[in-house]
Structure formats: C-alpha cells, structure tokens
C-alpha cells in the first residue's frame, strides 16, 4: 500500500467516524424533540380546561357586574325620584303648615287677648 491509498483511508476513517458521531447526535436530539413534544402536548392538554373554565368565569363575571351596574342604575335613580318626591312634599306641605300655624298662632293670641278684658272688665 502506498502513502496515498493510507492517507485516504485515514480519511475515510475520520470521515465515517465524524458521520457515526452526527448519526448519534441525531438520534439524541430526535427523542430530546419527542420528549419536548409529548411535554408540550401534556402542558396543553392541561391549560386549555383551565383556559375554558377562566373564559366562562370572566364571561359570569361580566354578566354579573352588568347586573351589578344595572342595580346601581336602579338605585341612583331611584334616589334621585325620592330625593325628588321629598322636595316636592316638603314645598307642598310647608307653606300650608307654616300659614296654618301661623293663623292658629294669631287666633290663640286673640283669644287670650280677648278673655283678658273680658276679665279685666
């Protein structure tokens, strides 16, 4: 054998050598990729229920604050009509009650004014 057919021998050596290496760092990294897979695939299968359950909850909870705000609505306006209703009782009520007082106030005073000389005479 000549010096040539050693040297591309050696070659061929180190090249099937550099080839079984990459085979092997192939197949690592094909069952690290399954395993990654089978992890996502897991963590999926997981989250999306937990996903569902959190967009129904955030759907209830929106429909209760719409209700909570539809109370509030209610409330205020219902205040505004009583803040209303009693304004317009106590104007209603008050220049009567003030005047009949009044008046019974004037009567009362005249008829003690008038038993008055009546007794004085």
Partial sequence: ??????AAGAVVMGVAIVVVGLLFTMAYAIRAISVFKRSVAEVTSRTLPLIADLHASINETT???AR???LLDTANSISATMDSAARIAYNTVSNPVVKAISVGTGIARAYRGFWRRRAAH
């Fill in 1 to 6: 054998m000549s010096a040539g057919q050693l």
């Fill in 63 to 65: 429909t209760d604050l």
């Fill in 68 to 70: 909570v705000d539809n």
